[in-house]
């Protein structure tokens, strides 16, 4: 078939409570789940005034990041970007990047090209 369609929600794994995250954020990778082949595509939703406790550089994938609930900042580099609904921030996949949400939390759609599987993310705790 050449479609696949699927709720971000309801058939996509949320990955937080792996990492011990759920209280404050939901993370559904639909990569895999959407047989994407040429990009990533992922469902991001942060608790009102939640700092994620990390960030993150990819080795080849660049990324896309959409508002689209709420709002954040995004630290991006050395520079803090403030977000609001429908505002996308594109990020170089080298960049160091990390989201706080603002006070009634955040929903973020991420679209991260070309699709690179596990392995191209580095984690940069406590950044």
């Given at each position: 078939m050449g479609y696949t369609k699927l709720n971000l929600r309801n058939d996509v794994e949320d990955q937080a409570p792996k990492f011990g995250l759920e209280e404050n954020l939901e993370a559904r990778m639909a990569r895999v789940p959407l047989e994407?082949?040429?990009?990533?595509?992922?469902y991001?939703?942060?608790?009102?005034n939640y700092r994620l406790p990390f960030g993150h550089t990819h080795r080849t994938q660049e990324e896309v990041y959409v508002v689209i609930g709420g709002s954040a900042r995004a630290k991006v580099g050395e520079e803090?970007?403030?977000?609001g609904v429908l505002d996308a921030l594109r990020v170089d996949n080298d960049t160091p990047r990390s989201f706080e949400?603002?006070?009634e939390g955040a929903e973020l759609l991420v679209v991260g090209a070309p699709s690179t599987g596990p392995g191209d993310?580095?984690?940069l705790q406590s950044w």
């Open positions: 994407l082949r040429q990009s990533g595509l992922s991001q939703r942060l608790g009102p803090v970007v403030e977000l949400a603002g006070p993310a580095e984690v």
